[in-house]
């Protein structure tokens, strides 16, 4: 099964997705090197079988920029499939103390709930607006 990769922009809300890419390592160089648009931006890397199948946190050892998310130091990217990303938002959404302790946990530090509901158009869910923006007519 052939894969191809995407850089996401979380930066932008909703995401958005630039670039394609034949190897992770291909997609990580090019954000290391930086795309003049998306300098300062928080970038992710998508795997793509279409549908989107994995979402990646890049190495965050290299320049550094503005925007990015801070989790902790690492040198490869961190990849999850896309499934438990959906389950890490619901479990956000519950917001009882037991799923905010597990949603806690240092390993999930690349999953922010901000960086979740931005992506919530590639990973196919539905989450509230911020409460600052007004609702949808009826
Ligand atoms: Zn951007
Ligand atoms: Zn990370």
């Given at each position: 099964?052939?894969s191809?990769?995407?850089?996401?922009?979380?930066?932008?809300?909703?995401?958005?997705?630039y670039?394609?890419?034949?190897?992770?390592?291909?997609?990580?160089?090019a954000?290391?090197?930086?795309?003049s648009?998306?300098?300062?931006?928080?970038?992710?890397?998508?795997?793509?079988?279409?549908?989107?199948?994995?979402?990646?946190?890049?190495p965050?050892?290299?320049?550094q920029?503005s925007?990015?998310?801070?989790?902790?130091?690492?040198?490869l990217?961190?990849w999850?499939?896309?499934?438990?990303?959906?389950?890490?938002?619901?479990?956000h959404?519950?917001?009882?103390?037991?799923?905010?302790?597990?949603?806690?946990?240092?390993?999930?530090a690349?999953w922010?709930?901000?960086?979740?509901?931005?992506?919530?158009?590639?990973l196919?869910?539905?989450?509230?607006?911020?409460?600052?923006?007004?609702?949808e007519?009826?």
């Open positions: 099964m052939s191809i990769y995407r850089i996401l922009c979380v930066s932008h809300d909703p995401a958005l997705d670039g394609e890419y034949n190897t992770p390592e291909e997609a990580e160089t954000i290391r090197e930086g795309d648009s998306h300098r300062q931006c928080d970038l992710l890397i998508g795997r793509y079988s279409y549908p989107l199948i994995e979402v990646g946190c890049p965050n050892t290299g320049p920029r925007g990015r998310h801070r989790c902790f130091t690492h040198s990217t961190e999850v499939d896309v499934v438990w990303l959906r389950l890490l938002a619901a479990a959404q519950a917001d009882t103390e037991q799923m905010r302790a597990l949603a806690g946990e240092r390993r999930l690349h922010s709930p901000e960086r979740l509901r931005r992506l919530r158009d590639e196919g869910i539905d989450l509230p607006e911020p409460t600052d923006q007004p609702g007519l009826p």
